[in-house]
């Protein structure tokens, strides 16, 4: 069971179709790194006789894995024990009304086992490293994914190793070590922790998780569109706002929306947009070139800088595939300065009741950039791909407690209300 659904590894760029026995196969040797990973070809004839809509919303499984027969996850028991996916949608009327939009809705993302979207694709890293006999798992990763892949290998007791840029937030670095991960801090930026992986892994022989390399993560990443898509009843949002660093998730997401139309749950995609920090919007620049040349192509940016911190990434591993791949569902790319990111970290929380991180935010701070050109009667969603306790620094500076606390006492009464009044003024 499982075998049948892979045709094999596809290289996106010229077609050649690689064997589904060629496993650990990452990028197409003929068209090299640059073109991002292989993608995973499945078989849609073969899936859809397995997989109808009816059963599948009846299904009692509640994760990533209800929808396992379009996951390159060969056996159920190489999947990890943490419960990830299925994370909740909420409508937000306030959102809608403030914007001027139809609908709002945010997937909280940060709801998963290590309050990140990136659990979703480092359960198919680990469930493809025990299928396939590694030792030991390893990756470079801004923060999140090596937190996120420090969970789903202790969950199995699998050794994993992770390289991250020494200015990782400190939470995400404590995840790491909880999970008895060896972590390996760099002087330098993630693109130079993402090229030292591949030497190291190519050395040791243990599997490299890295977004940008490994093939199956994309597939672990759709996952999230699947799941918006059914728990909106397969009536999918106008819009979709993510935000952007190396590519991968949005490519994932645009593969999931296209997956589900090709088999007839939903008639449509959304319009799914990438939101970058306009200090790493190396794909922003790619899009605008790509529109007028027809060519997809990036130039990589040597010292990216944006307070979110997931997505300072200046050479986008699955760049190429996300331009693409946006374009296939009619979306776009655009930028947002940090003032708007942290305009957005303290709206969000005010109008969605989600608190996220300032990657979340960058794509709130999309959608509430774009709205007046979106119109009144689109619905819009916005993915929060991590929560907010991950950079408490960030949010440092826009939130403080009271220097002057008051006297325990209901003689206080007066201040309190008085603080309360302020408050709501804000
Ligand atoms: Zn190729």
Redesign the pocket.
Known sequence: MGRERLLGLK?E????LYPPEDECQTC????GPR?GTLECRLDYDYIRRLLNKNPLMNRRDMSMFRYRELLPVINAESHVPLHIGWTPVYESEMAAKNLNLGRVFVKDDGLNPTASYKDRASAIAVARARELDFEAICTASTGNAAASLAACAASVHLPCIVIVPVATPQAKLMQMLAFGATVIPIDGSYDQAFNLTIEVCREFGWMNRSAGFNPYLVEGKKTGAIELAEQMGFDVPDVVFVSVGDGSIITGLCKGFKELRLLGFTDRCPKVIGVQAAGANVLVQAWNRYMETGEANFNPIPNPHTIADSICVGEPREGIRALKAVKSVGGYFMDVTDDEILNAMKRMPLETGVFGEPASATAYAGLIKASPSLGKDVSAAVLITGSGLKDLATAGSLWKTDDNPLEPSINSFDQILEKVRQNEER
């Open positions: 290289c760029q010229c077609g050649t197409c040797p003929q068209c073109y």
